[in-house]
């Protein structure tokens, strides 16, 4: 009779699993969406590199109708033979903690950090897990319940469900609603990393597919041109300076791949990977790019007499000025470091990318001495508007350090621990005066603001650094800002723990949002990395019913589920704007720890970020309210 064996061995299996229940954030990086969308990426992780091995040209990852995931490569299939601890060597792969070694399949190390803990993780984490594998002519079949296997084996191997002439892998999985908080995958996260992975591997088609009721649909990714494609991408719709530039090598047995091309524009987009992992917090690599880069256009400009000899060299970021680039190094045992994890380490990495850079696109811009010109042309509008705007910087510095708040208007709150002091922005006149009112002075500042601020992503420096209210805010966050030029922002300064936008649910608040959020981006990022960006959401609606307890609703979804839930009849006021609630009510919705609802602004991804300001500095303001709102984290009840 073939039945489970549960031998010494499959009892550590359990065990290792059981860690990952326990603590799944070690594993995964925490159990909110993040952790929740990093699943599909692990499993996706495994047929990438069946891909990179050189044995699968198509991948599938379909989102079903119930909310599940399916990934299903063209792979050699997982090995289903008997492995020397008694079982299918699926059941190893699937249902083991493994660190490494023989069912790795990876031609490079994605490890490090959140990459490459596997896929028995996803098992441990997945309600249900569901296995075809086609191999030899056979599917064969395997399941699991959080991690715990489901499926009699016959003499240790798998049950086959037919005949097939294809061969690959196919998971289904179903995230834990035990373990997350959330199980929704979210497409279009999904869909831009899937994406990203298609330009990385030019040989490899990806299909997206949506089968979720209402979001039908189905999207095939397949870069041929990879990275090429990749920066004319990011630079769509853009004033571009030249053609792309593209380079390859190998050196201290790295391999080494560049994508550059610069646009008019004052901004500079660098992108790093490793290993088809987004090096978020950059790294060695990108340091040897740069290193290199900024050598040689300053090498260039001497030598064509561009820099004569008592100019100063251009700075590293003149050099990048209009910069978009992808920097894609493959190595084989990379160390990974950062908060994130996200940051390349490993030293030979610099070195490689260094002397790759030197050698290749000193062949380039011997044979293309336009686009050089052109280059080097960004530089020199970069520098002249540096040289400028340090002056009207120290000009505006030492003008406010005499006068912190030159409006007025910012009423401070008392205490000056910062881990317990919140600054309010608020939109209107009347709303501040309420807000000034009802606050707890100890703890809660309130910054009025008028109007529309500038919009930073289209002003220069200058003009920015002149808005009375973007002056107001610098100060009152007492942390300064950086920018292309310079950093002279300090995080540990801060004087707020918490950055509260608190803006009509209108048209307008929507654009003093996308404002104040553009604004915090580039010159402060560091406040949305770590958290301290919110956005309030003050209630829509309060029902006040013949009988019982009145009631605040944030939205049309309470509503609709209060109108459900209670019988009788009660009167709706329904909120146009924060300015129509008295200092009371905007205390107890808004402003009162205790009860009201805030938005945790958190950018999941830097790497969208040009994608991202150039988005919501488009003309629909509908579509960024709702990008906004879906880039802040669930609603929290902030206690
Ligand atoms: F692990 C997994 F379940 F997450 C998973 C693995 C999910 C998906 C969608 C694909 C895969 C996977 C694994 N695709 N292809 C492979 N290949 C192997 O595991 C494999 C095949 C053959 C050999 C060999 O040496 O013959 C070695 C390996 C590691």
Not at 288 to 296: I, V
Not at 340 to 348: C, E, N, Q, R, V
């Amino acid at each position: 009779m073939a039945k489970t064996q549960y031998n010494a061995d499959s009892i550590t299996v359990l065990e290792g699993l059981e860690a990952v229940r326990k603590r799944p954030g070690m594993y995964i990086g925490g159990v909110g969406t993040k952790g929740l969308n990093h699943l599909i990426y692990e499993i996706v992780d495994n047929a990438v590199d069946e891909h990179l091995a050189g044995y699968c040209n198509e991948i599938w990852v379909t989102l079903e109708a119930d909310g599940s995931c399916t990934v299903k490569d063209s792979g050699r299939g997982i090995p289903v033979g008997m492995h020397k601890k008694g079982v299918s060597a699926e059941r190893v792969v699937l249902a083991t903690l493994h660190a490494g070694g023989k069912f790795d399949n990876q031609a490079y190390k994605t490890s490090g950090g959140l990459h490459g803990v596997g896929s028995s993780v996803v098992n441990a984490l997945s309600e249900r897990m569901d296995v075809k594998i086609y191999q030899n002519g056979l599917i064969h079949h395997d399941a699991y319940e959080r991690g715990i296997p489901v499926v009699e084996l016959e003499n240790g191997l798998l049950p086959v469900l037919g005949k097939t002439k294809a061969t690959g892998t196919e998971i289904n999985f179903l995230p834990d609603g035990e373990i997350f908080e959330k199980t929704r995958f979210k497409a279009e996260w999904l869909k831009s990393r899937l994406h990203e992975t298609a330009y990385l591997n030019p040989a490899l088609t990806i299909h997206y597919i949506n089968r979720r009721p209402g979001e039908e649909e189905q999207v095939d990714y397949h870069e041929p041109d990879g990275i090429v494609a990749y920066v004319r991408e990011l630079n769509s719709g853009k004033e571009t300076v030249h053609e792309p530039i593209y380079y390859k090598g190998t050196s201290e047995g790295i391999e080494v791949e560049v994508a550059i091309q610069f646009v008019d524009a004052f901004e500079e987009n660098t992108l790093g990977f490793c290993n088809n992992i987004f090096t978020q917090e950059g790294g060695t690599h990108l340091m040897g790019f740069k290193t290199r880069f900024t050598q040689l256009i300053n090498g260039y400009a001497r030598e064509l007499s561009i820099l004569k000899e008592k100019d100063s060299n251009f700075t590293g970021a003149d050099t990048r000025n209009g910069m978009t680039a992808i920097v894609a190094v493959k190595h084989p045992d990379p160390i990974f470091e950062g908060q994130t994890k996200t940051k390349l380490a490993s030293a030979d990495a610099t070195k490689a990318v260094f002397s790759v850079t030197g050698e290749e696109l000193t062949l380039y811009f011997d044979r293309n001495l336009e686009v050089l010109k052109g280059i080097i042309g960004c530089a020199e509008k970069s520098a002249k508007i540096r040289k400028a705007e340090e002056k009207a910087k120290t000009n505006m510095l030492s003008k406010s350090k005499f006068s912190f708040d030159s409006n007025g208007k910012l009423a401070n709150c008392e205490s000056r621990d910062a881990s317990k002091c919140e600054i309010f922005i608020v939109e209107g006149d009347s709303a501040g005066g309420s807000a000034k009112t009802a606050r707890n002075r100890q703890y809660q500042a309130i910054l009025p603001i008028r109007g529309k601020i500038l919009n930073v992503e289209k002003a220069s420096m200058d003009k920015v650094l002149a808005n009375a209210e973007i002056k107001t805010m610098i100060n009152a966050f007492g942390c300064g800002f950086s920018e292309g030029y310079g950093n002279d922002f300090d995080i540990a300064k801060l004087r707020y723990d918490k950055i509260i936008l608190m803006t009509d649910a209108d048209v307008d608040g929507s654009h003093i949002d996308t404002l104040l959020l553009t604004f915090l981006y580039r010159f402060m990022p560091e406040l949305i990395y770590n958290g301290h960006v919110y956005i309030a959401m003050p209630p829509l609606y309060k029902v006040i019913p013949k009988k019982g307890q009145e009631q605040y609703l944030f939205d049309d979804k309470e509503l609709e589920r209060y109108r459900r839930s209670h019988t009788g009849e009660f009167t709706l006021q329904r909120y146009k704007g924060l300015g129509e609630m008295d200092p009371e009510q905007l205390w107890e919705t808004t402003l009162d720890p205790e009860r009201r609802v805030l938005k945790q602004v958190e950018i999941e991804d830097a790497r969208m970020a040009s994608e991202i300001t150039e988005m919501l500095m488009g003309s629909d303001v509908p579509p960024r309210r709702q990008f906004i709102y879906d880039h802040a984290d669930e609603a929290e009840i902030d206690a």
